[in-house]
């Protein structure tokens, strides 16, 4: 027989075969654990936020006499009392307190004391004071920018309850592509009005690439980024519709091209799309041969390419057998296939390009369990069902499959089985032979083991059958509760029915209570409690539900956790997390009247929000976000803000030791839900970032205590841990949208003449006032497009973001023309004027350029200048080069189509003016002549022969400026001297410096205005900007910003910029 000193032996060598694995203890280890009697069970975030509101939840069971409960808040400073209550009765309540306001991150103790005449119990759990600072992001107008253009942008910061702050920022700075330093602002608060708003203009000479906004509070550094480049916005969107996954089974793959003008017509025109499955970064395709031993070159990746017209919708659809790509060794190529789609404009050759990666999976159907039991009374017949399916989730008839129990590596077959024309196979298997828990597992071959890399499989499927005993400190739980989990997300300021299934096996008759906590944000936000009733029979099964209504501070996420205690003082506990929709607490809303306009028409736009907000409102055009999208403002960036929406660990530093069991008969180290690979309540505790303090044991022993000795587990520790991070992220530029139609039938005709293309339209703070609305006059611009329009508003009551929309500014007959973003004097460029017609009677059209001193124009598109163009279609026509072009729709006696051609009521004729750089052929040089003219009484006459180039005719200029400061040249000169577009960095320099002095000498002379040093300043600013043009890595200007650097030039620049400052 063996004694105490037997077990505690074999329990150390058990615990040191564990090794980093799971350990099974026997079931005849007899540990000690609480006696039968009061129980109490307190909850509480195991990090809070210094200074907020937060709660803690706190349960008491089974009292034999009158407790008192008491919970303090320890700290080396003082004791904080939070709860004393006396009761004879069990109760479960929530209290909420003021956590202490700490300068740093510290770690208090958390004290549950609970007292009576015979009972007392004293638990303490270590918690983390956090201080969690304002979260700051920040916005533009646009993602990208062309030189010379101003960049708009806000700062915006919030506290962790989504709240405006009165924030002051120590350093707001410009960066360029060379991370130099091109604007700065000191000292800048957002004040009252919540929202800090800036700009800065891009020199015309911008260098391109990625820049950076970056905001510093205190050791805190916030940034956005933008691009400036040289770029001619597209027309039109281009998307890939195919599956992100597909099978290495499937015989076709499918793939959708679409092309969209951004006022939401169809582009019609051609296809090319390019499927190809690329060689693994590591194989080099060189196959061996007898004959070439050292490899041939030229084995290329399998690829499939088909050219296709778009439809009337725009699209084109696309078929590919997967067997294209199986060719070759699949260890050779990557398990990807790459889809590059290019679309071409018809008429204008104008072509965009979009491109999407597809993940093949090995997977080519699934086998699972369904309607199986999860419990078996002994000798009974467990009777179950097994489902197959293909990769796409159809059901796989007349499909053999092999039932096997035991683990993977140590199963033994049972049955083997045959679905039916619905994919489902039944089975019955006697339990009589079974005196445990029965490990189903369901798979396509006789054998249960790994697929091989790469190679195609049927996914299999597992399933635990517990065998239902009665309660017993010797024997390990199999009672559980599951919170019902949700695909969708809840609703926001709706209600919502959540469930939790309970399996209680093997426990006395009576009452139970299944207590559920909804946390957010890292903070408990209710507690519940549902009575259930046991009754006398070896397995309880059921549901208990309750109602939760979502708030928006709720969002983005809640956890749900479920636990309770049994009559064997077993504690079962899970938990479940569920996603919200990203709703805020403060309703904003955007909206134009009328809803639909056409291109230089008057709207109204309405903001409406809580009363005294201020609102930021932008919009922008759909083309600039297609260009460079992922940059709006969402939802989700505000949200990735927060330091906390959910937790999932307890933070390292706050981890409690676990204490010794000590060892005693006839009790086990076994009533501990887990043994089966489910997690035990300490452990679904942590997964969701709370601390119990109870006199319950809710954690597995690491180790046991006998007789005043310890012993322990060959390998211990609980859990991962991952420090928590704080998110500062910055939202990225806005938009806006709305639904146009197009113009009203009662409306006179008129002629549109359309000249206002910005690529932002609106960029305002509106102050909704005392009403909580404000409606905004607007005139819609000249393009042709849809507007992204973004509003956000701030409030002492919180953030609110209105739902994005779209706003398309559209009329049925409309003139465009393709420009590129510049050209050279000199070099042949065919300008294409493109004409539609989105009526449904035909028209006859007319299209004449605007006549001009300043171009060639030749046609190219013979006698088509005047043609019939019908319902739904469009012709391009062609000429050499033209800034600008006229369309008239005509009256015409002519038949267009077997119809009479018609005329539209609005729009009947067309004007678009744009503006196209036109760069001379070479290099711009300046002389400048000087006199000193003293005329003493009497008129003077100077002369000068100015030489003008032979070889760039047209580009000769002269201006003439008489002053009687002598120094007053420099400073009227300022425009001239700095808007040179070229020259090297000695030019600029010598350009730039006399106007520091200059700056210098009005101020000591006290003749420096406002309006001076305004205009002074932007020209400064703009010749600092060309001058970084000339900087290499290494710190140091050059005379044309390539090669060794110069010394005498890069000291004269930092003598020249530290008087600049």
Partial sequence: MLTHDDLIQSWVILGSRCGHGNCVFLSWMCVGQAAAGPQYMVAIPAVLESGAETKFCASLLEPNETLEMSVTLMSEEANTILLEKTSSTEFHTCIEFKVPLVQDEVV????????????????????????YRPMTFIQTDKPIYLPGQTVHFRVITLDTKLRPVNQLYDVISIEDSNSNRIGQWLNETSSNRKILQLSYTLDSEAREGAYQVTVSIGSAKIQHSFKV??????????????????????????????????????????????????????????????????????????????TKQTDKRGCAAFGFAMSTFTRIAQKALQDVLQLSANMEEEGTGISRSQEKTTVISYVVGKLSFTNTPKIYNQGSNVEGKVKAVYYNNTPIPAMPVFLFEGERWSSRWLQNLTTNSDGVATFSLSTAAFKGDIHLQVSDTLTLGYSPYRTPYYESNDHTVSLATPSSPDTKTVSSLDVKKYDEPLS?????????????????????????????????????????????????????????????????????????????????????????????????????SPSSAVPGEETIMRVTAQPESLCGVSAVDQS?????????????????????????????????????????????????????????????????????????????????????????????????????KEVMAAPGPVGLAVDLNGPSPDKSPVETVRTFFPETWIWDLVEVGEFGTKNVSLTVPDTITTWETEAFCLSPQGFGLAPR?????????????????????????????????????????????????????????????????????????????????LAEAVTSQISCDNEVVSVPERGQIDVVTQHLIVKAEGTEMTNTYNWL?????????????????????????????????????????????????????????????PDIYVLEYLRDTQQLTPAIRKKATNFLTSGYQRQLNYKDNNGAYSTFGAGPGNTWLTAFVLRSFANLR
């Fill in 492 to 592: 926001c300021d709706e209600e919502e029915d959540l469930s939790i299934q309970y399996t209680v096996v093997g426990e006395a008759q009576g009452f139970i209570d299944v207590i559920y906590l909804v946390l957010s944000r890292g903070a408990i936000v209710s507690q519940g409690v549902e009575q259930v009733e046991i009754k006398d029979k070896l397995v309880n099964e059921g549901e208990v539900s309750f109602k939760l209504t979502v708030s928006p501070d709720m969002a983005p996420d809640i956890q749900v956790v479920a636990y309770s205690v049994l009559a064997s003082e077993t504690v079962i506990a899970n938990s479940a997390d569920f996603s919200t929709e990203q709703c805020f607490s403060q309703k904003v809303s955007l909206e134009f």
């Fill in 805 to 885: 929309k779209n706003l398309t500014v559209f009329q049925p007959f409309f003139l465009e023309l393709s420009l590129p973003y510049s050209i050279i004097r000199g070099e042949h460029f065919e300008l294409k004027a493109t004409t539609f017609n989105y009526l449904t009677s035909c028209i006859m059209v007319t299209v004449t350029p605007t006549p001009s001193l300043d171009y060639t124009l030749t046609p190219l598109s013979g006698d088509q200048y005047t043609s019939c163009l019908c319902g739904s279609e469009r012709k391009t026509l062609s000429w050499t080069m033209a800034p600008s072009a």
């Fill in 933 to 993: 003219l003293c005329p003493k009484g009497q008129a003077l006459t100077e002369e000068m022969d100015i030489e003008l180039p032979e070889d760039i005719a047209g580009s000769a200029r002269a201006s003439v400026s008489v002053l009687g400061d002598i120094l007053g040249r420099a400073l009227e000169n300022l425009d001239g001297l700095l808007q040179m577009p070229y020259g090297c960095g000695e030019q600029n320099m010598a350009l730039l410096a």
């Fill in 108 to 131: 208090q103790n958390f004290e549950v004391e609970v007292r009576g005449d015979t009972f007392y119990s004293k638990e303490v759990r270590k918690v983390l004071i956090k201080v």
């Fill in 229 to 306: 480049e040289k770029y001619v916005l597209p027309k039109f969107d281009l998307q890939i519709n195919a599956p992100d996954e597909v099978s290495i089974d499937q015989e076709e793959v499918k793939a959708e091209v679409c092309a969209t003008y951004t006022y939401g017509q169809p582009v019609p025109g051609s296809v090319d799309l390019k499927v190809c499955r690329p060689f693994d970064a590591y194989v080099i395709p060189r196959p061996i041969t007898p004959e070439h031993p050292e490899g041939i070159d030229g084995i290329p990746i399998p690829c499939y390419k088909e």
């Fill in 624 to 724: 600039v976000l297609i260009k460079e999208p992922g940059k709006t403002l969402d939802a989700a960036k505000i949200f990735q803000l927060l330091p906390v929406t959910k937790l999932s660990y307890i933070p390292y530093n706050v981890e409690d030791g676990v204490k010794c069991l000590p060892v005693r008969p006839r009790r086990s180290v076994l009533p501990y839900p887990g043994g089966d690979g489910t997690a035990d309540a300490y452990t679904v505790f942590q997964n969701v970032g709370m601390k119990m303090a109870t006199n319950l044991v809710i954690r597995e022993p690491s180790c046991l205590e006998y007789k005043g000795r310890e012993y322990y587990q060959g390998y211990g520790g609980y859990g991962n841990y991952a420090m928590m």
